[in-house]
């Protein structure tokens, strides 16, 4: 995996021997375990496989970003673009077979874009309770001459049941004071001065326009064609779980919700079918023995992307 690179460049790559190691720890699941059996773990196969071995009302949290419905190559496994009908069939044939893993208080969210949310609404309202759809702005991509620019995907939250956790003061927001209001006396209104400029902390509502999608430059990318920021999933993470909760990825991909949920002290299981990308994930968890720093989310806060001053790792 290891290319020719600026010298710059960051993003995470295996040595072969690495490879090698790696491979020599990866695992499957070929008979039913017990929940603690599944804490912290990594496992390497077909989630259809994988599930039937699963614990009942084990899992806390599920975060799924399965393929979405587009004519896509993942390390030469290739998805070709269905129908919205046979999309909300593929999405049933796994998603059905999860519920029975989920506590009655847990959480899900479900990955997708603007051509896939149709199939995630219909078939995630079979089995669990909406709660809402976070868009969230992908700003990547040179655009579209014919078309509005695609810079945008969702994530569909539902829960099992009415009563599940939230956690909104886990996953304030920190922005930058353009405008800086002050009440009669001259104090802020809603803001504070700090060493670092004018900011206020607000409550996160179901637009994310503060995370950055990982590149080049950043520790935390791969090579992964569709990796989701570490900030995403520690918002997600922190607003719909307590510390020592199960998180759980049934499509782990280089193990971004594994490595996040780690380094904000839940336990985790993952399920990921390409054996290179596990190695990724496994090389990824060593790292965050050592640096549990997530970029965005300093001090207890998420830090607006646009802030000009915000500590970075």
């Keep these: 995996m290891e290319n020719s690179r600026a010298p710059l460049n960051r993003t995470l790559t295996l040595s072969?021997?690495?490879?090698?190691?790696?491979?020599t720890l990866l695992r499957g699941l070929e008979t039913p375990a017990t929940a603690e059996e599944i804490r912290d773990r990594l496992l390497c196969g077909d989630i259809l496989?994988?599930?039937?071995?699963?614990?009942?009302?084990?899992?806390?949290?599920?975060?799924?970003?399965p393929p979405y419905n587009l004519t896509k190559n993942?390390?030469?496994?290739?998805?070709?673009?269905?129908?919205?009908?046979?999309y909300a069939e593929w999405l049933d044939s796994w998603l059905s077979k999860t519920v029975r893993l989920l506590k009655p208080t847990a959480?899900?969210?479900?990955?997708?874009?603007?051509?896939?949310?149709?199939a995630i609404h219909r078939v995630g309202e079979k089995y669990?309770?909406?709660q809402n759809r976070i868009t969230w702005e992908r700003e990547k991509g040179r655009g579209a001459k014919s078309n509005w620019k695609n810079c945008s995907e969702d994530i569909w939250f539902f829960t099992v049941s009415e009563e599940y956790y939230?956690?909104?003061?886990?996953?304030?927001l920190k922005r930058q004071v353009i405008a800086p209001y002050t009440d009669g006396n001259g104090a802020p209104k809603d803001w504070a001065q700090t060493e670092n400029g004018r900011f206020r902390l607000t409550h996160p509502s179901n637009i994310w326009t503060d995370l950055t999608v990982p590149y080049w430059s950043m520790p935390e990318n791969t090579d992964h064609p569709t990796q989701k920021p570490e900030k995403l999933l520690a918002k997600i993470i922190l607003a719909s779980s307590r510390e020592g909760d199960l998180v759980f990825d049934?499509?782990?991909?280089?193990?971004?919700t594994t490595v996040v949920a780690k380094k904000l002290?839940?336990?985790?299981?993952?399920?990921?079918?390409?054996?290179?990308?596990?190695?990724?994930a496994q090389k990824r968890l060593e790292m965050a023995s050592t640096d549990p720093s997530i970029q965005g989310y300093v001090d207890g806060v998420f830090w607006d992307r646009n802030a000009r001053k915000y500590p970075r790792r």
């Design 16 to 23: 072969e021997d690495e490879l090698i190691h790696y491979k």
């Design 74 to 86: 993942f390390n030469n496994r290739k998805f070709r673009k269905t129908s919205v009908d046979e």
């Design 49 to 65: 496989a994988v599930l039937p071995n699963l614990p009942d009302r084990s899992v806390d949290l599920m975060f799924a970003d």
């Design 250 to 256: 049934p499509f782990n991909g280089s193990g971004t």
């Design 265 to 280: 002290g839940r336990h985790y299981l993952g399920v990921e079918i390409d054996e290179t990308y596990c190695c990724l």
């Design 107 to 118: 959480s899900v969210y479900i990955c997708g874009e603007w051509k896939c949310s149709p």
């Design 128 to 130: 669990f309770i909406p």
């Design 166 to 172: 939230f956690d909104v003061d886990a996953v304030m």
